[in-house]
């Protein structure tokens, strides 16, 4: 009914940038927040940054000033800009979307994941 592409992750050197996006398409009428989430071998999935349908971001302090949240509501998709990545980073990150369906159903769906692996 809804789904979600995300790309952009990979291997990058300390210090290094990223840039994940995640795509929603399908039955969708309104998309409310949009984010991403993260989650470290042994820890427990954690939110990283959201942003809601008028732009406002919220970010965890551990990435304020390093990572950039963004969306482009005419192409349903959201944008993580990842700089001054370190090893504490590296994780498997979730985009997660809220939204309405055409059915006007209030839904959250997940992404399939892509790993981010910050090492020298």
């Known amino acids: 009914q809804v789904h979600l592409v995300e790309s952009g992750g990979g291997l990058v050197q300390p210090g290094g940038s990223l840039t994940l996006s995640c795509a929603a398409s399908?039955?969708?009428?309104?998309?409310?927040?949009m984010g991403w989430y993260r989650q470290a071998p042994g820890k427990e999935r954690e939110l990283v940054a959201d942003?809601?349908?008028?732009?406002?971001?919220n970010y965890v302090d551990s990435v304020k000033g390093r990572f950039t949240i963004s969306r482009d509501n005419a192409k349903n998709t959201v944008y993580l800009q990842m700089n001054s990545l370190n090893a504490e980073d590296t994780a498997v990150y979730y985009c997660?979307?809220?939204?309405?369906?055409?059915?006007?159903?209030?839904?959250?769906?997940w992404g399939q994941g892509t790993l981010v692996s910050v090492s020298s």
């Open positions: 997660n979307v809220r939204l309405v369906t055409w059915r006007l159903s209030k839904i959250e769906s």
């Open positions: 942003i809601t349908s008028g732009g406002s971001p």
């Open positions: 399908g039955s969708i009428f309104r998309i409310n927040t």
